[in-house]
């Protein structure tokens, strides 16, 4: 039987998930998980690691929200069944003492009742957030200030990875020495090889001098592998090698030189998928991924806009009240929001508040043809409502965005003072036709 020692009684009080093992062969093993997120699989990596040979390593994931549990499969061999549903690469949502069946294994998955963990501050480094879900986070970053174990950083676009990982960074002991960061989607494996190890001048045509790769530059201090999903598996092998020898040798070099680094590795998706699906090493994952931190996307959150929305509009040098470019009306417009863009929307739309003076676009226009929409979902479940009606104006200001700017994603793009990769995002998700 394993057991989860519950966080100290004080502070914000969250609920847990229990899952307890009725059939297979870890029949009675049980788990508390009081965070946002519970793992079971085969592999050590798991919260509950299950030793039932048919278990795919990573076989799936619990997420808590409100009442309900979500359960998702992480690309599992044989699926996750839910009564009669068979769940492959997907997921659903469950109440509490529902039954799952994973290969010969059933879980009995139940409210873990409440417990409480503490209540940090409203910021760390730069992230702002009194959510519970930004609180959860801020307190495992915390604890991570005396250890130096590799950091997994699982989210959305435009959810802060980067700013996470500068406040793993500045609040550990390597916070002294050099951050740096590394685009793993953003290099061939040729100038990949030389960006993470270096080069010597003449080692292959075009290295006209001596490179210093990221290893040493940060060397002492961290390194934020951005995408580290995206590397080949020659650049994974290569990757692990260092990280299991702790020296690296620049291309054309003879010499190995020692590193003391600590990583820190981002992704947009979650890898233990990857894992079960053998395009990405099972043994690079245990060595990257000793600490899971999952980033909540900001529609998870989104209590935290107006402070958010503040410390933004002081970075940006103004010192007004708040209340002045965002009334109390707005603020509850923009918390209905579903932010497909995360923070970084929401930050591009306060800059454009600011540059323009003009009110965030955010509502549809009432329309008799939208009235009618409205009418038609209206008697629909909230989230499904919701989702319908963003994607109907979502797909008309793309429209009007688009022929506006003559098709053009650049000009689009500086029009709406939205960051291209999210917009290219927005024209893919709604099949519309543009120029690059």
Not at 370 to 389: C, F, Q, S
């Amino acid at each position: 039987m394993s057991t989860v020692a519950s966080p100290r009684l004080a502070g914000l009080p969250v609920r847990a998930i229990a899952v307890t093992v009725t059939q297979g062969p870890d029949r009675g093993k049980t788990h508390l998980n009081a965070e946002v997120t519970m793992s079971i699989g085969s592999a050590p990596g798991n919260d509950l690691v299950l030793s039932d040979p048919t278990v795919s390593r990573y076989h799936l994931e619990l997420e808590r929200r409100a009442d309900r549990i979500v359960v998702t499969d992480m690309g599992s061999t044989n699926g996750t069944m839910i009564g009669g549903a068979l769940l492959e690469g997907s997921k659903a949502s469950v109440a509490s003492g529902a039954l799952l069946n994973i290969g010969a294994t059933t879980l009995h998955v139940t409210d873990g009742g409440v417990v409480m963990v503490d209540v940090r501050r409203s910021g760390l480094g730069d992230l702002r957030g009194r959510s519970e879900p930004m609180q959860r986070l801020m307190g495992r970053i915390e604890q991570l200030a005396d250890k130096r174990a590799p950091v997994m950083l699982f989210g959305e676009s435009g959810t802060g990875k980067e700013l996470v990982a500068r406040a793993i960074h500045d609040i550990g002991a390597e916070r002294q020495g050099p951050f740096v960061t590394v685009d793993c989607a953003g290099l061939s494996p040729t100038l990949f090889a030389s960006e993470l190890f270096g080069h010597e001048r003449g080692s292959f045509t075009g290295a006209d001098r001596r490179h210093v790769g990221a290893f040493e530059r940060a060397n002492g201090g961290s390194l934020l592998l951005d995408e580290v999903g995206e590397l080949p598996p020659a650049l994974q092998a290569a990757l692990l090698g260092v990280l299991e020898r702790r020296v690296i040798r620049r291309i054309g070099g003879t010499v190995d030189i020692p590193v003391d680094v600590r990583i820190i590795s981002a992704t947009l998706r979650d890898l233990r998928a990857d894992v079960n699906a053998g395009t990405f090493r099972l043994d690079l994952f245990y060595r990257l991924a000793v600490v899971l931190l999952h980033i909540p996307p900001l529609r998870e959150r989104t209590s935290d806009i107006p402070l958010l929305i503040e410390h933004f509009l002081r970075q940006a040098g103004y010192e007004g009240a708040v209340e002045d470019v965002f009334p109390a009306e707005q603020l509850q417009q923009l918390e209905t929001h579903r932010w497909p863009g995360n923070v970084r929307e929401l930050r591009n739309m306060v800059d454009a508040v600011l540059a323009t003076g003009e009110a965030p676009l955010i509502a549809i226009d009432s329309t008799t043809d939208d009235n009618d929409h409205l009418a038609a979902v209206i008697g629909k479940p909230y989230r499904e409502a919701r989702g319908e009606v963003l994607a109907r104006f979502e797909r008309r200001y793309l429209t009007h965005l688009l022929d506006r700017a003559g098709g053009n994603v650049r000009q689009a793009a500086r029009d709406a003072r939205m960051d291209r990769t999210y917009l290219i995002e927005l024209i893919r998700r709604h099949e519309l036709v543009a120029k690059r």
